[in-house]
């Protein structure tokens, strides 16, 4: 159970920016191939794969979780596929788009129990449905992003009516099959193509009614919750990155478990360094004169202060990388480097003294000193000569 998960685009054999049709064409092979009621001689290897092949296909079939595995890999499905990873229902769910019924007609289980029995239930009308997920914005300074935190939040959700534990049935009443649909969900109906079927408009699909509302939910078995959610926000999420927190969304009809919370990031920029991607820039103003002469340099890094080395000469705007010194690894990410650019600045202010240095330095300074403005004097005066022999013709 602990071996290394293979990465979904290499387990469907399919590249990184694959579009929604070639993945699910590549999956629609490996689940024939792997499906286990073809496969008899080696069942608990098609299994195996088949499962592996349906996780991955869940995972990269559905927009958010497939950004959010772009962003935090095998790390962030953990929570997008709910506490206990990618389940029976996540399943379901695929067999049904892809071999209809729910999942049903499968003739093998899964092992460890989790799996047995999932071509019915989530189907069902009338079953419990997963509800819709919630989302929350997250501000967080460039630091709080950077080293992680964990936050507070208030969570706004509707979940079950604690007084009929979801059902929406008061006590002693209970749920009777729906007069309209005749239990089943669904009643016919003319519509644009002629006669189709169409979800029950008095049990919307469940194909039973409650007999008698309960009085705290009005019987639609929900009530509305504010909860104080703990959510842990790794070091080094960027701005617009999005953290499903799992179960904390809203629950779903007939006692359905709940969605998720997405937590949006949006963090704040630093007066110091700028982020590209998990570098980090830090444009370092410096004195013409370090660069000049050389000399030690302190930076501030995310792991500690750094001592950078200024060889005599240095042109200005030169970048020194400091691997391993940029944002943290973050899910499929990987630790950045702290790229400093050495940018000199002119001195302002100048003392009395310090004029009458830099006077000196000026008055004593040759081409040797400054080879490119000793190059583009030359190609000056050529471009001059060439403008006055243009106008004399
Ligand atoms: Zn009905
Ligand atoms: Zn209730």
């Not at 071996?3 to 685009?9: E, S």
Request: net charge positive; hydrophobic share 35%.
């Amino acid at each position: 159970m602990a071996a290394q998960k293979r990465d979904y685009y290499e387990v469907l054999g399919v590249p990184r920016d694959a579009d929604a049709e070639t993945i699910k064409k590549a999956y629609r092979k490996l689940a024939m191939k792997w499906h286990p009621d073809r496969n008899p001689d080696n069942k608990e290897e098609a299994e195996a794969k088949f499962k592996e092949a349906s996780e991955a296909y869940a995972a990269l079939s559905d927009p958010q979780k497939r950004q959010t595995y772009d962003r935090f890999g095998h790390a962030g499905m953990k929570d997008a596929f709910g506490a206990g990873g990618f389940d029976m229902n996540d399943l379901g769910d695929i067999l049904g788009q892809f071999f209809g019924g729910g999942g049903g007609g499968f003739s093998f289980n899964f092992g460890g129990g989790g799996f047995e029995g999932f071509g019915g239930g989530a189907r069902r009308p009338g079953g419990p449905r997963r509800g819709g997920d919630t989302e929350q914005v997250v501000r967080l300074s460039f630091e709080e992003a950077l080293f992680g935190k964990t936050v507070s939040l208030r969570v706004h959700a509707a979940v079950a009516c604690p007084e009929c534990g979801g059902s929406g049935a008061a006590k002693g009443s209970k749920r009777v099959p729906c007069k309209q649909c005749g239990g089943s969900g669904a009643v016919r109906a003319r519509g644009f193509f002629g006669i189709m079927q169409q979800t029950c408009p008095v049990c919307h699909g469940a194909g039973t009614v409650v007999e008698k509302p309960c009085k705290r939910c009005g019987g639609d078995g929900l009530v509305a919750s504010d909860e104080t959610v703990e959510v842990r926000i790794p070091a080094g999420v960027a701005h617009g990155m999005s953290l499903p927190v799992a179960g904390k969304g809203n629950a779903g009809p007939n006692d359905g478990p709940r969605g998720d919370l997405i937590v949006h990031c949006a963090v704040s920029e630093s007066d110091l360094f700028e982020r590209d991607g998990q570098d980090l820039i830090l444009r370092r103003a410096v004195s013409p004169a370090l660069l000049a002469l050389g000399g030690e340099l302190q930076v501030e890094t995310p792991n500690g202060t750094a001592t950078l080395k200024v060889r005599p000469g240095t042109p200005n705007g030169t970048m020194q990388r400091l691997r391993g010194q940029g944002v943290p690894a973050v899910g499929r990410f990987a630790q950045g480097d702290l790229i400093v650019v050495l940018e000199a600045e002119t001195p302002q202010a100048l003392t009395g003294e310090q004029t009458k240095l830099l006077e000196r330095l000026r008055a004593a300074e040759g081409e040797r000193n400054f080879p490119e403005r000793a190059a583009q004097d030359r190609a000056s005066a050529a471009f001059r000569a060439a403008r006055e022999q243009a106008k004399r013709k």
